[in-house]
């Protein structure tokens, strides 16, 4: 049973980001200070990548456990109440994600998921991440302006 009202319930929900969250942005500042660039959310692309690499042709997706209903989770607990709506709608997000991923895929992207939980250990995700990307190109400053190498 919910502990909450409806009315507190619905405010609660609207409170939560599909773009900018906490793991996304422990990503992102990890990967730009090790020097990668990258773009954020190509709309263009499948499923709207998290950060799209465009000349490596790889994207990274960062997942919230709850949310894709991360398997074996400890953070992916699954509500109470309302089993079956809910049942139904990790089903549906996993079914969108697989989907985006095979599209990616097909059309020449390579993909990264990254899963909430393992945003906690930054140093571990890091290695994986630059593992998959490949170094990062090295920026110079040319005649006082920066350029790449």
């Not at 109470?80 to 709608?89: F, G, L, P, V």
């Amino acid at each position: 049973m919910d502990t909450l009202t409806t009315q507190q319930r619905s405010e609660r929900m609207s409170r939560i980001r599909g773009k900018d969250t906490q793991p996304e942005l422990v990503v992102r500042r990890s990967l730009h200070q090790s020097g990668y660039r990258f773009r954020l959310h190509r709309r263009d692309l499948p499923g709207a990548p998290d950060l799209v690499f465009p000349c490596r042709k790889k994207v990274v997706f960062v997942h919230g456990c709850f949310w894709h209903a991360h398997d074996g989770c400890r953070i992916a607990n699954k509500p109470k109440s309302r089993r079956s709506y809910w049942s139904e709608k990790f089903a549906r997000n996993q079914e969108r994600d697989a989907a985006n991923e095979r599209l990616l895929r097909e059309g020449g992207w390579h993909v990264f998921v990254v899963w909430e939980c393992e945003t906690k250990d930054q140093e571990r995700l890091l290695d994986r991440l630059s593992k998959y990307l490949g170094p990062p190109k090295r920026s110079v400053v040319v005649g006082g302006r920066h350029g790449r190498r």
